[in-house]
């Protein structure tokens, strides 16, 4: 068995380190941070009584994700997350719908409950269901996806502006984290697919009851495998010569292994290892941010829900309804914004759509801009993702931004993982398949 060496602590590294170890590999991952699960995880805010451990964002997951969801049970977490069967949807107004699988077979299950949707009227509802049998239709045979816009198809498709904004946009915007005019057709396809059309429960979205920070913690791994973690261990370098790796520095150690997987973001590769020659020209980021706001009473009574015509997307419930964490994806018009103006805009919305916030006082708040959330999954941009095998014969890439199948998301990344996993098991003549195939 091989020794590997993993630098990077977020999703797509801690897949990797999972998935060799479960093999019998001996695997070391170096971490920057004090914490693993890179921009996935949480920390503690205020002190002494005060304190508390909030995720940088609220961060879900779908039945569809299978990658993830195996990751998380070799982790053994997979019981602390909750999953629902509600899609809700609320109306500045406070009118409520709620969209769920009913008896018919997948991809007919939607049809009671998007019917009875209130916010689309039936002419528009007759055209989202247009849009969807284009995309069943055009799936497999279009060739051009990559290169046009979810948007730029949309208006093909002759969907109505109110219909883009209520319907596609709500339900793509988070799931990809990027706007419509900047997320690639074919990643729209994928992700509606799987979620919406694969079967009865792909959509069901999973909530961590726990903090993320808890799913990652060192004593998780006990039972995974040999992995041994190096926090607040920067690598400075990684030392090519001959095209091999020879080692790699952190905090002026040299460390060596017989295999390496480079799990940092993209635009930390290039400053390790000038040598792998990288284009990332092209590549930007889409940010996230989230909102957390603490009330003296309880203002929300469900568990979650998606929030129309305004510019907070998603509210999830916690602590019994008396706090709430809101979530902007795609959140440029935000990144400038003061953090009082972002509070005051939230609260405001809330009152919209939530009776019981306009009486109720807040106590604290909590805003976090991820200005780096996510890659954008903008047109033209897929066939650049680098696949994991690099011209080093014993250094692999693994990152939400390389070529996984998959938008840049949770799933995404662990696929990554789980891809240069495999790539090293075959470099070092012990092949595994660690990848598991989508669900349609």
Known sequence: MAEVIVIGGGLAGLASA????????????????????GRATSYEIGTGENAETIDNCQHILLRCCV??????????????????RDFIFIEPGGRRSTMRSGLLPAPAHFIESFLSLKFLNFSEKLAVMRGINAIKSQYKTRTDLDKISMLDW????????????????????????????????????????LVFLANKNSYEMGVP???????????????????????RSP???IVIEDGTVQSVVARGEELRADQYICALPFDRVAEVAPGLDLDVS??????ITGIHLWFDRPVIDVPQATLLDRTIQWIFNKHEGRAVQLVVSASRSLLDMPRADVIALAIRELEEFLPAARGAKLEKAHVVKEV?????AKPGLESRRPVTRTNVS??????????????????????????AAEAVAEAVGAPRRFLLPDIA
């Open 67 to 84: 990658n993830l969801l195996d990751f998380y049970r070799r982790l053994g977490v997979e019981d602390q997350i909750t999953f629902y």
């Open 282 to 287: 092209g590549f930007e980021y889409s940010p």
């Open 209 to 231: 009851a726990v903090p993320l920070g808890d799913f990652y913690g060192v004593d998780r791994w006990k039972n995974v495998g040999p992995v041994e973690f190096q926090l």
């Open 18 to 37: 999972a998935a060799l170890a479960g093999a019998g590999h001996t695997v070391r991952v170096l971490e920057s941070r004090r914490f693993l699960g």
């Open 372 to 376: 780096k959330a996510v890659l954008s």
């Open 235 to 237: 690598v400075e370098r």
């Open 394 to 419: 014993n250094l692999f890439l693994a990152g939400d931004w390389t070529r996984s199948g998959w938008p840049a998301i949770m799933e995404g990344a662990v696929r990554s993982g789980y891809l």
């Open 154 to 193: 949309l208006k093909e498709q002759r969907q109505p502006p109110r219909v883009i904004e209520r319907f596609w946009r709500q339900v793509m915007v988070s799931a990809i984290s990027e706007e419509l005019d900047a997320t690639a057709a074919a990643h729209g396809f994928q992700v509606f697919r």
